[in-house]
């Protein structure tokens, strides 16, 4: 099953089906660029602080901080960057 044991893949299913009941409720906010990300992970991940990465941002273990021009470049930074260089400690 890879990196996610079944709990967390239990978890995350369950997160993402409140989300979606509750979706109904969300508001709109007006947020003005420049955007500022930033991701911790949980104790057992790491990111891999020796890739060469080329952004605006700093990457350390455990937290992951950058900036973007808007949300969808920083999404796209999280997923195609940081989710590839992600490793298990």
């Known amino acids: 099953m890879g990196a996610y044991s079944k709990r ?3 978890d ?3 997160r993402d089906n409140q989300s979606l009941e509750n979706a109904p409720k969300a508001k709109p ?3 003005k660029p420049l955007y500022i990300f ?3 992970l949980c104790e ?3 990111f891999d602080t020796e890739a060469d990465i080329s952004w605006r941002g700093n990457v350390t273990a455990q937290k ?3 900036v973007a021009s808007s949300i ?3 999404l796209e930074l999280f997923n195609y960057v940081l989710m590839a260089n992600l490793g298990g400690s």
């Open 8 to 10: 967390d893949l239990s």
């Open 44 to 46: 057992r991940y790491v």
């Open 29 to 31: 906010v007006d947020i």
């Open 12 to 14: 995350y299913l369950q």
């Open 38 to 40: 930033s991701g911790e």
């Open 64 to 66: 992951a901080e950058w």
């Open 72 to 74: 969808e470049i920083g």
